[in-house]
């Protein structure tokens, strides 16, 4: 059997941008912002200083609108973080969002996609789908897309945004709230997780997630898995804690990966 190749990642994205790229030689990832109808996270001018491209999934406008202001509780003038955040594209069904945050932000010049004539994909899978379309080709290979918004409030809407990590598995995609962090590790590849402990951890998890897992080893945990089997109805590596900066995870099932964040992120 071949062996698996690896697959590195890291939360940079928390930290603030750098121009000396990721200091180990490697490409930095192109990252995209996707914000969903959820109260951002405090650290979303950190992610929108990352991302290339900028997106509202329909009511997130809403929540970028209300929410960006109280995170400059001393920028008097809502005005001006209105208009330094403004969204390049807000896009989805176009059920949720305010009439006076969509001419607001048409009127600053962003770009309106209405797509109330599908109701068969999430407002999510919409806005990943244009994301995919307007990435370069280079950039698609180092694509990260970073979703706020994406927990807390309906559990149906969180289990249709980690579906939505299944059904685009090749790309890599990080649901965050205020809390905690999640993505999807496929099992065609073997996992090296760089923790970054000055704003993520100690507490994370290891979900099966689609099909049960017959064997899944890690190392750099509390409780480490050793080919262990993991699947709903039985054991599953929830409230485990990371003890080592560099976290490996092996398995033959795609596994979610949740690690909490700390306030000061």
Same mark, same amino acid.
């Given at each position: 059997?071949?062996e698996?190749?690896?697959?590195?990642?890291?939360?940079r994205?928390?930290?603030?941008?750098?121009?000396t790229g990721t200091?180990n030689g490697s490409?930095p990832?192109?990252y995209?912002l996707i914000?969903?109808?959820?109260?951002?996270?405090?650290?979303?001018?950190?992610?929108?200083?990352?991302?290339?491209?900028?997106?509202c999934?329909?009511?997130?406008?809403n929540?970028l609108f209300d929410?960006m202001p109280?995170?400059?509780?001393?920028e008097h003038?809502?005005s001006?973080t209105?208009e330094r955040y403004?969204?390049?594209?807000?896009?989805g069904?176009m059920?949720s969002i305010?009439p006076?945050?969509?001419?607001?932000?048409?009127?600053l010049?962003?770009? !309106?996609?209405?797509?109330s %004539? &599908?109701?068969?994909?999430t407002? +999510?899978?919409?806005?990943i789908?244009?994301v995919l379309d *307007?990435?370069s080709d280079?950039?698609?290979?180092n694509?990260c897309?970073?979703?706020a918004?994406a927990l807390?409030?309906r559990?149906d809407?969180?289990?249709?945004?980690v579906?939505t990590?299944c059904?685009?598995?090749t790309t890599r !995609?990080v649901l965050?709230s %205020? &809390?905690?962090?999640?993505?999807l +590790?496929?099992?065609?590849?073997n996992?090296?997780i760089? *923790?970054?402990?000055?704003?993520?951890?100690p507490?994370?998890g290891?979900?099966?997630?689609?099909?049960p897992?017959g064997?899944s080893?890690?190392?750099g945990?509390?409780?480490?898995l050793?080919?262990?089997e993991?699947r709903?109805?039985?054991?599953?590596s929830?409230?485990?804690?990371?003890?080592?900066?560099?976290?490996?995870?092996r398995?033959d099932?795609d596994l979610?990966?949740t690690i909490?964040?700390?306030?000061?992120a």
């Open positions: 059997m071949a698996k190749l690896p697959m590195t990642h890291c939360s994205f928390l930290l603030p941008p750098t121009k200091g490409i990832p192109a995209a914000i969903l109808n959820q109260r951002i996270p405090r650290f979303t001018p950190l992610l929108w200083e990352h991302a290339k491209t900028r997106m999934a329909d009511g997130g406008a929540r929410n109280e995170l400059f509780p001393n003038d809502v001006v209105h403004k969204p390049d594209v807000i896009k069904d059920d305010r006076d945050v969509l001419n607001f932000y048409r009127n010049g962003t770009q !309106i996609v209405n797509n %004539d &599908d109701q068969d994909t407002d +999510l899978h919409k806005c789908t244009y *307007v990435v280079d950039e698609k290979s694509l897309i970073l979703v918004g807390g409030g559990f809407h969180e289990m249709g945004n579906n990590l059904h685009f598995s !995609i965050l %205020d &809390d905690c962090l999640i993505q +590790l496929p099992s065609t590849q996992h090296e760089n *923790v970054l402990p000055s704003v993520e951890g507490h994370c290891l979900i099966p997630i689609v099909t897992c064997s080893t890690t190392t945990l509390q409780w480490n050793d080919n262990t993991m709903f109805g039985g054991l599953v929830t409230s485990n804690i990371v003890k080592e900066e560099t976290v490996t995870v398995s099932s979610l990966w909490s964040l700390k306030k000061q």
